[in-house]
């Protein structure tokens, strides 16, 4: 599987940066993350809690809250810069040919509108629809995305309803106007399991049915290896390593990653127990200056704490942060992976984690 | 909804007794003996004895406790001890012009504040909103009845519009028919309330603008201002409701200070003279008849607060 | 990786949250402008008070009720800064020497009022049930009287004196009091260590003295600090109305009754005792503002 080639890119971010101003300075939420959407594919973007994904998400649509503001990178959507376009133009695109869903289906509803006046209002807006149009069309969305009996919910108020049909309806109303690309931060957070596989399943099909390119953020890796192609691993505001979902969950490179897989229950292999990764994310205000990872890295050397890595593209297009897939880095590391120890050997872009 | 009416309608009842047994107390708390201090110092025995007689002062607590409540809820307030009318009739049509000063304050306030908040949250942060937000405060801190006095010096010494000065003349006939006579007071009633509205409606859009709900809104294209006017007002805007009543119940309060000032002949007024003149059963008609109208527009605040927030209608 | 938080078992060690914000309460404060400013303008006001007359009484010969009738309604001057009153007295010296009558109104009232008001509140909240339901509807019933109605009638009853008006405004503002600390109390009540302390047996006593009070003090100086502006301006408003502190006290609502009558030929006299209410009023509305933003970030604005 390859990221490069045939397939059309119809996302791309490069280098994007967005600070927060608080009361105890600027805060890099992300610093420098770039990645690329295949049309029609899913991305994961996957990281701890602060470690900046759900701002990028919500840097590429540019719905920051005031206090944040990006700095630097590209967006780029169909070949135009979306950083470089104005609010009005960006309006046009938000839950038109772009939308988004959110974490809190309790809170990400209008409280004083009905179900059906949420949904249209997009559909008027992007879509010139009438009101009675847009309300027949609600209908349908609603019934879409699998809610029963849809012509009696789409006058329910929000509070009426579960969290799981919330997060529905926050479905329906994002593929409203059909979108180019959905945007899910953490859709499936805050529902019970059961839910859970519902909303998946459902965003999933959904994409098979319109051919919707996804940004899927969450923390779960279980989710990733479920819904995605591509995965980007961010760490402490950077991406680390973006790799295709076969190659990332059989052949990972960083050592941060394979700390995740290590701490994600396996039903294929026999594990004695589930080891977390040691210590925390950096606080944004003490960001180590060498990889961000370092200070709790297994493999970390002198290089990796003074020196900050790039990203490295291999040649299948996948990419990673970490010096001991550069010619620099020196010496061997033994890394821990499901109990075994393996030894990393220099050897440049070339080296592996022995399987 | 119509169980939650109900049971807020048996919620009152208790609420307007306490208020009966506390009015019906005011006259029983007085140091000294009632009927002495209604006669007045020097009175005869014989008048003392009379009065006492015609108040059913010699009868038990509860006796003249539920002799009070039946009569009260016929309409009944007993009789001035000076006039010797009906402390109903001595009410009258003062009614009117005390309902109508706050209504007319409230509906200042609510106007003036709502639009001073509005304005304060959208521009935060900017000198609009600083400026706002520092009136509002003085507002806040200003006695009206100060305010009051100032308006009525300046309009006078600015010689502007000075038929709204008539009433400065003492004239005891309420309003009149000239609606420049409700300018001033109910400009300095509304102003006072404008600041509590403008302070309430601009934390309340500020919290409700950091609301998920508004992402999901900017995340659908929504432009800034339909967010504002159509996503987040509306949300904003059922708290401030339940100020209202408060604000309308301050204005009836206030009124001693207000129609004093003014000159204004009104429940207010009365009430301050009834006192100078010790003339308690008229305290007791125009306190009771000014709780009994603010606990009913609550009860109507309450209820419209509910229809506007039907999340609640679920707990 | 979706964590599962357990919860931990309830132990005593469950610190009690009041220790460590003592100190950030007061960096809080500290960092606060408009709660420093308040603070500054409510101490420069406690100092006009108290040591005022003093300096007045020891270094000048102006006394607050010396009435020079050849010298009357006279407007600012050099001599006198705030013009005089109708019997020629220095309105400036009034006024500094009112301005212990407004505070005691404004301290005592709320101190009364804050006192029953928070025994009310912490049993309507600790004990809840038909304790909570009868207080509550006590409370109800006070509030029934809209503004400054329920003082007026108090004193209307007790008398016109600055006495009655400060049990008076007291009483007014017990209500007020009873149901911020109830719903705190409320609020502290469901928090783990209280349950610990109570498992290990301390009794409701100690538990509401050394527990929930302390942690319950904030919103109770929020309310005081705010409190207190009311009180003020509702006494100066029945002094205003005659039924507060008589003449010759030097009351600033009182003077302002005075200074009324002679509105538009001498506007300074009813003038200079509006606007020292104002400052006054002012400086504990700005701090009170300024401490509920302190204590409680949620509602700052962001």
């Not at chain 3, 010396?66 to 050099?78: E, M, R, V």
Request: glycine share 10%.
């Amino acid at each position: 599987m390859s990221i490069q080639g045939t397939e059309d890119i119809i996302l791309e971010v490069k280098n994007l940066q967005t600070i927060f101003k608080t009361d105890t300075g600027d805060v890099r939420a992300v610093d420098g993350v770039s990645f690329k959407l295949p049309k029609g594919k899913t991305i994961g973007i996957v990281g701890e809690s602060g470690s900046g994904k759900s701002i990028t998400s919500l840097s590429i649509l540019q719905l920051l809250a005031s206090n944040g503001k990006i700095t630097n990178g590209e967006v780029f959507y169909k070949g135009d810069d979306l950083l470089k376009l104005t609010e009005n133009q960006m309006r046009k695109l938000r839950g038109n040919e772009i939308s988004m869903i959110f974490q809190e289906p309790m809170t990400s509803l209008n409280p004083v509108y009905t179900v059906g006046q949420q949904i249209s209002e997009a559909l008027m807006l992007h879509q010139n629809m009438s009101k009675k149009d847009a309300f027949i069309r609600s209908v349908e969305l609603l019934q879409l995305v699998g809610i029963p009996s849809p012509d009696k919910r789409v006058k329910n108020y929000p509070f009426e309803l579960s969290g799981g049909m919330r997060q529905r309806v926050m479905i329906a109303m994002s593929l409203a106007c059909d979108p180019e690309i959905l945007v899910a931060d953490e859709p499936t957070t805050a529902l019970d399991v059961t839910i859970q596989a519902q909303i998946l399943e459902l965003i999933k099909e959904l994409q098979d049915r319109l051919g919707m390119s996804v940004i899927f953020i969450t923390h779960d890796l279980g989710v990733v290896a479920e819904t995605c192609d591509y995965v980007a691993v961010m760490y402490a505001g950077q991406v680390v390593e973006y790799s295709d979902i076969r190659t990332l969950f059989h052949q990972p490179k960083l050592p941060y990653t394979i700390g995740l897989l290590k701490s994600l229950p396996r039903h294929d292999i026999e594990q004695d127990k589930l080891e977390p990764i040691k210590g925390n994310v950096p606080s944004p205000h003490e960001m180590p200056v060498g990889c961000r990872f370092s200070p709790r890295c297994p493999a970390a050397t002198d290089l990796c704490r003074t020196k900050m890595p790039q990203l490295e593209t291999d040649e299948n297009g996948n990419q990673v942060r970490c010096w001991i897939y550069t010619d620099e880095w020196t010496g061997e590391a033994e890394v821990d992976i499901y109990g075994e120890t393996r030894i990393a050997k220099s050897g440049g872009a070339k080296t592996v984690l022995p399987d | 909804m119509t169980k939650y009416i109900i049971r807020r309608l048996i919620q009152t009842i208790p609420v307007l007794i306490g208020v009966t047994i506390l009015v019906f107390s005011l006259m029983h708390l007085v140091p000294g003996d009632p009927a002495q201090i209604v006669a007045g110092e020097g009175a005869s025995e014989q008048t003392v004895e009379n009065i006492r007689e015609r108040l059913g002062l010699n009868e038990s607590i509860p006796v003249q406790y539920g002799r009070f409540l039946g009569n009260a809820v016929q309409g009944d307030l007993g009789s001035s001890v000076r006039s010797g009318r009906p402390v109903m009739d001595e009410i009258g049509s003062r009614f009117w012009v005390t309902v109508e000063l706050a209504f007319y304050s409230t509906i200042v306030a609510v106007f003036l504040g709502l639009i001073a908040g509005i304005v304060s949250a959208v521009r935060h942060y900017t000198l609009a909103d600083t400026s706002i937000m520092i009136v509002a405060l003085f507002g806040l801190s200003m006695p009206n009845f100060w305010f009051g006095l100032l308006l009525i010096q300046w309009f006078a010494i600015g010689n502007w519009m000075p038929e709204s000065l008539e009433f400065l003349k003492m004239r005891p006939s309420g309003w009149g028919d000239s609606w420049r006579q409700i300018i001033l007071p109910v400009l300095t009633l509304g102003t006072g309330g404008a600041a509590i509205i403008a302070r309430m409606t601009r934390s309340s859009m500020l919290e409700v603008i950091g609301q998920d709900y508004i992402r999901t809104a900017r995340a659908k294209g929504v432009s800034e201002r339909i967010v504002t006017y159509r996503h987040a007002l509306k949300n904003a805007l059922i708290p401030v409701v339940t100020v209202v009543g408060l604000e309308f119940g301050g204005f009836l309060g206030g009124a001693v200070l207000t129609e004093t000032i003014f000159a204004i002949n009104g429940m207010g007024r009365l009430t301050i003279d009834a006192i100078r003149t010790r003339d308690f059963p008229v305290v007791q008609g125009t306190v009771l008849v000014i709780s009994v109208i603010f606990v009913l527009v609550n009860l109507l605040v309450d209820i419209s607060y509910r229809l506007l927030n039907k999340r609640i209608d679920l707990n | 990786m979706s964590e599962e938080t357990v919860n931990p078992p309830v132990t005593a060690q469950k610190i009690n949250p009041r220790i460590e914000s003592y100190k950030q309460f007061w960096r809080r404060l500290l960092k606060n402008k408009a709660a420093v400013i308040g603070g500054l303008l409510i101490v420069f006001v406690v100092l006009m008070a108290f040591i005022g007359p003093w300096i007045i009484t020891t270094f000048t010969d102006y006394r607050p009720n010396q009435t020079d009738l050849t010298n009357k309604l006279q407007g600012p001057s050099a001599s006198n800064w705030f013009g005089t009153d109708s019997f020629g007295r220095d309105i400036f010296t009034r006024l500094i020497f009112g301005a212990k009558l407004t505070l005691y109104v404004g301290f005592l009232s709320v101190f009364i009022g804050g006192i029953i008001g928070v025994i009310f509140g912490i049993i309507s909240g600790y004990y809840g049930g038909r304790v909570d339901a009868v207080i509550m509807r006590l409370m109800d019933v006070l509030l029934a009287f809209p503004g400054i109605l329920l003082a007026l009638a108090i004193v209307a009853v007790l008398g016109g004196s600055l006495t009655n008006v400060i049990i008076a405004v007291g009483i007014f503002s017990v209500p007020a009091f009873a149901r911020v600390v109830r719903g705190s109390t409320l609020s502290v009540r469901k928090l783990e260590y209280v349950d610990a302390v109570r498992a290990l047996g301390a009794s409701d006593f100690r538990i509401i003295f050394k527990h929930i009070l302390p942690n319950i003090m904030s919103p109770i100086i929020v309310q005081a600090s705010l409190r207190i502006a009311t009180a003020i301006l509702t006494g100066a408003g029945l002094s205003f109305l005659g039924l507060g502190a008589q003449p010759p006290a030097p009351e600033w609502g009182a003077m302002l009754n005075e200074g009324r009558q002679y509105m538009f030929e001498a506007g300074h006299v009813a003038l200079f005792p509006g606007l020292m209410i104002v400052l006054v009023v002012l400086a504990f509305n700005i701090f009170g503002d300024g401490v509920r933003d302190a204590l409680d970030p949620k509602m700052k604005n962001r």
